[in-house]
């Protein structure tokens, strides 16, 4: 297979997700190019986290292809998916609340397909390379919660961290998998704008430090904005637009979708006269 | 990776990381050994009647800390152990009767000068490994399911078990397998104890048994973070399920007969209760309860004595009720008994590990 010029590390291929009658995403093409920030945006149930689930694996499409890294992932599980180095986070935090940060940490280390992973009679004799192992990992974990100030909470419960926290802590976690391509479904849900601009650092150091791709769902469009190099916008599970927020916020077709027919008649209206 | 390496023995550097992993495996290699060692001295020191209770506290603690590890630490609520209790005591029982009466087992191992004790051990691993057959079965259907549904599907397993042996007249159908052979004795069943605690505990320090927590915690994330989580949910329950069959192994040994109906959802029930009532996720709790719930029964009897009302078991449900009541994370809740030992003494012994 030659790639192609334009290929990215995640693409989808006339992507379709039908539950019965309903077509939630439908004939859906994204290409999602190595190192960058793109958003995915919609008014509510355009589909946003179906393709979410459907490129995450926990849905299976109904037709298209998903391509990651080049590599069709239809039919895999999720956790292969994310052993083939794509992990996502939620947007209701899904950490494992009752283990430390650190064990939060180590849950995804132990996934990292760079990782030697060790069988059970090994891991049950606790062999001097399993010790070893075990050492190496939790010093890498305390790197990673260093990198995104988590260090000093370590042996803290992941219940009894502020809420803020806990979303960085669920992004540490995804980076721990070894995946480098995320997925953040509303990563701004529940923060307050101060919070939430820090966030936007967040995602942009990410990006840089462990040069990742990231794909983020939010509502929030100071975020989305500010953030997002590219952005698609769905609608009824169709993709209206993409290209960069500029060209999106201009874009009378997504204008219309989150504000009604008439807005974005009226915002014509605005563009001829300024013509005149 | 060569760096990381040399960063992780300069941290080890007082002692070899061999030095270190064969010191602990050794520590408890001798306290497997001291389970046979002082056998002989417990079983002339004691009554016969306190014995079997000790045999019994033993048993206990081997399907409580067992069950633990299904229940407490992978978070999947399993009540059908006596089932697998069950598939351990007839094979290995089987395995016993078969190869000791058969002449020709029993010349061959007089000829091979073993003693006939020497096919104990094979039929109580064959009990394991018969039981955790058993539990990759159950393991693999139920794994769709979650809470109140897997907890009625083990149930149902644990009595389809039961009616099978029941209606199986090779086992002796309803009135049960009898002469089995008397092979277990405080040596057996303590060095079974330590076995298991040792299994249980290092597979839970380990990332195989981070993979169980993540089970517990969150199922979804955990596969989202790359968790085989199918995997983990069946791993523990045949490993689950391998230690209740040695159980039940030793329980036949012990009491000579087998009968089908020892193995009904009660003693299922009073298994799960041990664990509930140490602590879902602690090892030492299941240990604690066990002990406890066993003395607890026996010592009731003598109450039965004074009154001609059998209070025995509104009692034993009464101080349940009270102490789930006052203690609703159970009597350890997660916390191992360790942990009332100072942290530096604790790393030592988990093996420079953290708090888990």
Known sequence: MTVAADSGVLEARNLTMQFGGLKAVSELNLVIPSRAIFGLIGPNGAGKTTVFNMLTGVYRPTSGEIHLHNFVTNGLKPYQITRRGLARTFQNVRLFKNLTVEQNILVSLDQNPAKRSFGLIASLLRTAAVLNSEAEKKAEALEILKVFRLDDRAMEQARNLPYGDQRRLEIARAIATGARILLLDEPAAGLNAHETAALMETIRFIRDKFEATIVLIEHDMKLVMGVCERIAVLDYGVKIAEGTPQEIQKNPRVVEAYLGKAASESQKGGDSSDEH | ?356
């Open chain 2, 1 to 356: 990776m060569e760096s990381v390496r040399t960063q992780a023995e300069a941290a080890n550097r007082k002692m070899q990381p061999w030095m270190r992993s064969a010191g602990q495996t050794l520590m408890w290699g001798v306290m497997l050994a001291m389970a046979f060692a002082i056998g002989p001295v417990v079983e002339q020191w004691i009554n016969p009647y306190w014995f079997t209770i000790v045999i019994l506290c033993g048993i206990n603690i081997i399907l409580a800390v067992s069950l633990n590890l299904v229940n407490g630490f992978t978070g999947q609520f399993s009540i059908g152990h006596a089932g697998f209790m069950a598939v351990g005591a007839y094979t290995a029982a089987l395995v016993t009767m078969g190869l000791g009466d058969n002449v020709s087992w029993v010349s061959f191992v007089a000829a091979s000068g073993f003693p006939p004790e020497a096919v104990f051990p094979i039929g109580l691993a064959l009990g394991g490994v018969a039981a955790a057959a058993a539990g990759y079965l159950v393991g693999m259907p139920s794994l769709r399911l979650r809470g109140d549904y897997l907890a009625i599907v083990t149930l149902g397993f644990g009595e389809i078990i039961r009616v099978v042996f029941m209606n199986m007249e090779a086992v002796g159908g309803a009135s049960g397998l009898n002469n089995i052979p008397f092979f277990t004795n405080f040596g057996w069943v303590y060095s079974v104890v330590v076995l298991t605690v040792f299994c249980v505990w290092r597979m839970v320090h380990s990332a195989h048994g981070r993979n169980l927590l993540a089970v517990r915690e969150d199922e979804i994330a955990g596969e989202a973070m790359g968790v085989n989580t199918t995997q983990a949910k069946v791993r523990a329950f045949a490993m689950g399920a391998f230690f209740a069959g040695i159980a039940g192994g030793l329980y036949a040994h012990y009491l000579r007969i087998l009968t089908p109906q020892t193995f009904d959802f009660n003693k299922s029930f009073e298994i799960v209760i041990m664990v509930v009532l140490g602590g879902m996720g602690s090892i030492s709790g299941s240990v604690l309860a066990a002990m406890l719930l066993t003395v607890m029964r026996e010592a009731l009897r003598v109450i039965q004595t004074w009154y001609d009302v059998d209070l025995r078991m509104i009692i034993y449900s009464l101080v349940l009720i009270v102490l789930m009541l006052t203690r609703p994370n159970g009597l350890f809740g997660t916390r191992e008994i360790l942990d009332i030992l100072p942290s530096s003494w604790r790393r030592k012994l988990a093996g420079g590990g953290t708090k888990q």
